[in-house]
């Protein structure tokens, strides 16, 4: 069983800054494009942003110019910096690796975490 750990969620208040990491076994983190995907209440999971092998980043147009993608192949780990967060945010948050040299689908990500809680507040 892979497994992706996500960690630095919580609660925020509006303008804040927070940032996401997510942790992955080195061999599967190392041959995998990393994305981040959420879900809202109510609302179906979402493509937030990824960042391929080469470093090659892709943004859902919602969160351009304020969410931050990248990875420490060293480590392992991707991050998302959030920056000026709104209430819009609120969303349980997923990291997810995929085989695909770039990808924004959900269907291509073959290994997903558990999801870790993003709530922010007005």
């Known amino acids: 069983q892979v497994e992706l750990v996500e960690s630095g969620g919580g609660l925020v208040q509006a303008g804040d800054s927070l940032k996401l990491s997510c942790s992955a076994p080195?061999?599967?983190?190392?041959?995998?494009?990393m994305g981040w995907f959420r879900q809202a209440p109510g609302k179906e999971r979402e493509f937030v942003a990824s960042?391929?092998?080469?470093?090659?980043?892709c943004y859902a147009d919602f969160v351009k110019g304020r969410f931050t993608i990248s990875r420490d192949n060293g480590k392992s780990t991707v991050n998302l910096r959030m920056n000026t967060v709104t209430t819009e945010d609120t969303a349980v948050y997923y990291c997810?690796?995929?085989?695909?040299?770039?990808?924004?689908?959900?269907?291509?990500?073959?290994?997903w975490g558990q999801g870790t809680q993003v709530t922010v507040s007005s």
């Open positions: 080195g061999g599967i983190f190392s041959s995998s494009t």
């Open positions: 960042v391929s092998r080469s470093h090659f980043e």
């Open positions: 997810a690796a995929s085989k695909q040299p770039l990808s924004i689908l959900e269907q291509e990500y073959e290994y």
